[in-house]
């Protein structure tokens, strides 16, 4: 039951974290707009603009943000990785040359 839950989040999230969800949620609280402009009370509005549009939008266009950020991380860490293990390849054969030169004069 766990894994089904899991995959139900993952799925919801990795369509909710897009620009397409924001899109849609934008015309979703684009919609109510009319109806609380019309109250013409300033606590309705600002309850709208807290609660329906920037709940609503920015929740898509953060998590669009930390994906963005995370490939930029990945591919940086793949980087780093990448030349370390250069720097390690060379520093091995240093050492085999090192340890080659060594035995040479030891004979």
Known sequence: MSDILDNWGERITSIVGTMWAAVAFTVLAIISL???LATGDAVII???????????VLLPIIMVGQNVQSRKT?????????????????????LAEIHAARSTRAK
């Open 34 to 36: 009319p109806a609380a």
């Open 46 to 56: 600002v309850a709208w603009v807290a609660q329906t549009f920037l709940q609503l």
């Open 74 to 94: 990945e591919r940086r860490d793949n980087e780093t990785h990448a030349a370390v293990m250069a720097a390690h390849r060379e520093t091995q054969q240093i």
